[in-house]
C-alpha cells in the first residue's frame, strides 16, 4: 500500500494545477476576475434594460451571488470528471491513492474561487452593503459547497473511467443547471412547491444562503443549513463509496 | 522472510482492450457475452525473500510488465492471492509525474510526493538529487527545455534516492550517456549491496547477470522456469536459438 503524506502530496497537485493553468498566460489570474464580471454585466443589461420589469434591488451583486458559485461549481464539476481518465499515465504508473486526483483537482479550482470570492465581497462593499458578523457563516456555507462538488465529482470521475459519455453528460447538466438554480431570478419567483425542492440542491442553497448573509445582512435560516448540511455529506459519503468500489478495475479501462 | 509472495496468481485482461461501450453492457445483461478473455499471467506462483534480487526475463508480450503491475500493487490479481510486505519503489515508465511546464525543482517535489516521500523526506533529500542528476542550473527551468536524456536522468535520481527496500525496475538501465549509465548501474549495486531486495525485468545481458542471483522466465502468462541466473539464462538463450 502506498504509504506517503497526504497533506503534502494534495498540496503539490493543487499547486501544478494551478501553475500550469497559469504559468503561460499573460494576464494571469486577472482572468478569474474578468469572466464573473463581463457576465455580471451582460446579465444586469439583459434584466435591467431588456426586461425592465424585475423589482431586485441591486441587481449586480444579487446576480454575482449567483454567478461565482455556479461558476465554481461547473468548472470543478467538470475538471473534476474528467480528471482520473485524463491522469491514466498517473494512475496506470504510480500506487497512489486514486480519490486524491479529482479532489486535488476540485481544490485547485478553489484558488481561483478565492480570488471571485474577494471580487464579489469587494463588490458588496462597493453597492453600499456594509460588513456584519454573518458574514462568519461564509466559511461554512462554502465549505460544505467544496464537499458536495468533491462526493458528485469522485462518483462521476469514477464512472467516466468506464463510460466516457459521462463527460458530455456533465456538460450538459452544467448548461441546465444554469436556468434550474436561482443565478438570475429570485427563489420568491419559484412557486412555493418547488420552492421546497430547490433548497435540497446544495448549490441553490449556496446561492440563498449568500443572498441572505451579503444582501439581507442577515443569519441564513437554519432549515436551509440543516438541508445544506445533509445532501452534502450524504453526496460526499456516496461519491467515496461509489469511487472505491469502481476503482479496482480503473487499470484494466484506462 | 518473504517479502513478495504470489499463490495461483492469474491476470485477465479483455479483448475489447478494457473499454466497453453501452453495446456490451446490454449484451453482459442480456447474457449473450463472448466470454474472449486474454490471459497475460496464468497461474504463477512464487516468493521472493528479503534481499534476494532476482530477474524476469521472456519474449514481448509474455507477461513481464504486467507480473510488476501486480507487484507494485496498480492493480489487483483476476485470481489468486498475492502479498507484498515493505515499501516498494518502482522505476517503470520513468517520468510518469513529470509536467513539462513545471521546473525541474517543482517537478522533483511533486514526484517525491508521489512515491510516498513525506515532506521533511524530500526537502532533506533534494540536494542529493540535484546532485546526482548533474543538472545544476538547469533545475530552475521549465521541463520541456530539457532534453530526454536529461529529463530521464532527474527521474532516475528522484526514484533511486527513495531508498527503497524492495526496487522494481523495468529495462531502464539505459538512462542518458554512458557515464550517466555507469553511475545508475553503480547505485542500483549500491542499493542490493545494502541488502534490498531487487526485481528487474531486462533482456538478458552481462550486466543483469551480474546484478541478479535468481531468474524467473516467462513465456505467455506462464512461469516456465525459476532458478539460478545462469541456468535459466542459458536456457532461455538456447530456446532462442533452436527458434532462430
Redesign the interface.
Known amino acids: 500500500?502506498?504509504?506517503?503524506?497526504y497533506?503534502?502530496?494534495l498540496?503539490?497537485?493543487v499547486?501544478?494545477d494551478f501553475?500550469?493553468r497559469y504559468?503561460?498566460m499573460s494576464l494571469g489570474v486577472f482572468w478569474s476576475l474578468l469572466n464573473p464580471l463581463v457576465m455580471m454585466g451582460a446579465l444586469t443589461f439583459v434584466f435591467t434594460a431588456v426586461f425592465p420589469n424585475n423589482q431586485i434591488p441591486n441587481f449586480p451583486i444579487f446576480v454575482l451571488c449567483g454567478l461565482v458559485p455556479f461558476n465554481f461549481f461547473t468548472v470543478a464539476w467538470q475538471n473534476g470528471t474528467i480528471s482520473v481518465a485524463n491522469n491514466a499515465?498517473?494512475?496506470?504508473?504510480?500506487?497512489?491513492p486514486r480519490e486524491i486526483v479529482p479532489i486535488a483537482t476540485v481544490l485547485s479550482t478553489c484558488v481561483h474561487l478565492g480570488i471571485q470570492i474577494a471580487l464579489l465581497l469587494v463588490m458588496v462593499l462597493v453597492f453600499g452593503r456594509g460588513l456584519n458578523w454573518n458574514w462568519l457563516w461564509l466559511p461554512v456555507v462554502w465549505g460544505l459547497e467544496i464537499l458536495f462538488v468533491c462526493g458528485l465529482t469522485l462518483i462521476t470521475s469514477a464512472l467516466d473511467v468506464?463510460?466516457?459519455d459521462v463527460r458530455y453528460v456533465v456538460e450538459s447538466a452544467c448548461t441546465l443547471l444554469f436556468w434550474m438554480v436561482p443565478v438570475f431570478y429570485a427563489i420568491q419567483s419559484v412557486p412555493q412547491s418547488y420552492a421546497n425542492i430547490y433548497q435540497f440542491n446544495p448549490l441553490s442553497a449556496l446561492i440563498l444562503a449568500l443572498r441572505t448573509i451579503l444582501i439581507d445582512g442577515a443569519a441564513p435560516s437554519s432549515t436551509l443549513l440543516l438541508k445544506l448540511t445533509f445532501s452534502s455529506t450524504l453526496v460526499f459519503a456516496l461519491g467515496l463509496y461509489v469511487f472505491h468500489r469502481l476503482k479496482?478495475q480503473f487499470?484494466?479501462?484506462? | 522472510m518473504k517479502v513478495i509472495e504470489l499463490k495461483n496468481v492469474s491476470k485477465t485482461?479483455?479483448r475489447s482492450g478494457?473499454?466497453?461501450l453501452?453495446r456490451h453492457y446490454l449484451a453482459d445483461i442480456l447474457g449473450k457475452t463472448d466470454a474472449e478473455q486474454f490471459f497475460a499471467l496464468k497461474d504463477v506462483s512464487f516468493s521472493i525473500r528479503d534481499g534476494e534480487s532476482v530477474a524476469v526475463i521472456g519474449a514481448n508480450g509474455a507477461g513481464k510488465s504486467t507480473l510488476l503491475?501486480l507487484v507494485?500493487?496498480?492493480?489487483?490479481p483476476s485470481t489468486g492471492t498475492l502479498d507484498v510486505k515493505g515499501?516498494?519503489a518502482?522505476l517503470?515508465?520513468l517520468g510518469?509525474?513529470f509536467?513539462p511546464?513545471?521546473t525541474g525543482r517543482?517537478n522533483i517535489?511533486?514526484n517525491a510526493?508521489?512515491?510516498?516521500?513525506?515532506?521533511k523526506q524530500?526537502h532533506d533529500l533534494y540536494d542529493s538529487i540535484v546532485e546526482f542528476s548533474e543538472l545544476d542550473d538547469f533545475i530552475k527551468e521549465?521541463l520541456r527545455t530539457y532534453s530526454n536524456g536529461m529529463m530521464l536522468r532527474l527521474a532516475f535520481s528522484v526514484a533511486v534516492n527513495l531508498d527503497p527496500e524492495i526496487l522494481i525496475i523495468d529495462e531502464v538501465l539505459a538512462v542518458g550517456d554512458q557515464k550517466f549509465q555507469a553511475k545508475c548501474t553503480e547505485k542500483i549495486f549500491e542499493i542490493r549491496n545494502q541488502g534490498n531486495t531487487l526485481l528487474c525485468v531486462s533482456h538478458v545481458s552481462p550486466t543483469l547477470q551480474l546484478l541478479c542471483e535468481r531468474a524467473l522466465w516467462l513465456d505467455h502468462g506462464q512461469l516456465v522456469m525459476d532458478g539460478p541466473i545462469g541456468e535459466v539464462a542459458a536456457a532461455y538463450e538456447g530456446r532462442l536459438t533452436r527458434q532462430g
Not at chain 1, 90 to 95: A, D, N
Not at chain 2, 72 to 76: D, E, M, N, S
Open positions: 500500500m502506498w504509504k506517503g503524506d497533506l503534502f502530496l498540496q503539490n497537485l499547486v501544478k501553475k500550469i504559468r503561460n499515465g498517473l494512475i496506470k504508473r504510480v500506487p497512489v468506464y463510460v466516457r479496482r487499470f484494466d479501462y484506462l | 485482461f479483455h478494457g473499454q466497453k453501452l503491475s507494485t500493487q496498480l492493480v489487483p515499501r516498494t518502482a517503470l515508465d510518469s509525474g509536467h511546464d513545471l517543482e517535489l511533486l510526493s508521489l512515491l510516498a516521500f513525506s515532506r524530500a521549465p
